[in-house]
Structure formats: structure tokens, C-alpha cells
């Protein structure tokens, strides 16, 4: 599940990428444009979009991975059925005897992991990973 433009910049806020300054300016301006509060931060230069993926990182607790830097092999991307990978914006970006490591959009949801287990055989280990957007063009 997405996180809320509140929650958004509570953990900007908590994470020091903005301050409470910059975060109240940004707010009342995503309000009066009706414009989503990341949106603006990105627009006013107070965070790039691979600077909020990486802030989205550390929030789950998780490792992020840089599909630009890093791309993965084309022969795991196909591993998860497409409908599976659209569904939960995930890809296999990794497979290592029975372990994967999955790189997603959204970390959020809780049902990630079950759902690569079901789908590819004798997966022992799932390996969530944070990625950028710009990746989830692989899916």
C-alpha cells in the first residue's frame, strides 16, 4: 500500500532529508496545486526521485538496489510469471542456488514474499529489495 503525502513527509521529516521549514513549504504548496507532496519536494529541488527511492529504502529496512547501475540478468527477469510481477510491481533481479532476490516498488506489501514462493519452485529464500521506479519498466 502507498504511503500517504502525511507519512511521506513524516519520514523525510524523521530520516533528515528535509526540514520541518522546507516540509510545511512544500505541503501547503502540494495543497494549493492539489499536487502530490513528493511532487513538489522534486519540482522545489529539495530531493531527486532516486534520493526519495533511496529515503523509501531506509524507511522498510531495506536494501536498495540500482537496476541503471546494476542491471539484472535477462534470463531472471522471466523467472516470476508476468502476472505475478505486475501485480506486486516486483522482479527477479537474482537467483543464487534456491535463494532470489526480488527487487520491488512496493515494499509495503506484506504479501510479496508468499507470492514469489507460490509461484517459482523450490525457492527457499526471498530476498525483498527496494527499487527505483524507472525499473519496474523490466515488468
Do not use: C
Not at 543464487?96 to 532476490?101: A, K, P, Q, R
Amino acid at each position: 500500500m502507498p504511503l500517504t503525502d502525511k507519512q511521506i513527509g513524516e519520514m523525510l521529516l524523521k530520516e533528515s532529508f528535509v526540514s520541518e521549514e522546507e516540509l510545511a513549504n512544500a505541503v501547503g504548496r502540494a495543497k494549493e496545486l492539489k499536487s502530490p507532496l513528493i511532487d513538489i519536494l522534486i519540482d522545489q529541488g529539495l530531493l531527486t526521485q532516486k534520493l526519495y527511492e533511496e529515503a523509501l529504502a531506509e524507511h522498510f529496512k531495506m536494501p536498495f538496489y540500482d537496476s541503471v547501475s546494476s542491471p539484472p540478468a535477462p534470463e531472471v527477469i522471466g523467472l516470476l510469471p508476468e502476472e505475478i510481477a505486475r501485480n506486486y510491481s516486483a522482479v527477479v533481479v537474482k537467483k543464487n542456488g534456491n535463494s532470489v532476490t526480488i527487487a520491488t516498488a512496493d515494499p509495503g506489501n506484506e504479501t510479496l514474499e508468499e507470492a514469489v514462493r507460490l509461484n517459482l519452485e523450490q525457492v527457499e529464500a526471498v530476498i525483498p529489495v527496494f527499487v527505483l521506479n524507472e525499473f519496474v519498466g523490466f515488468i
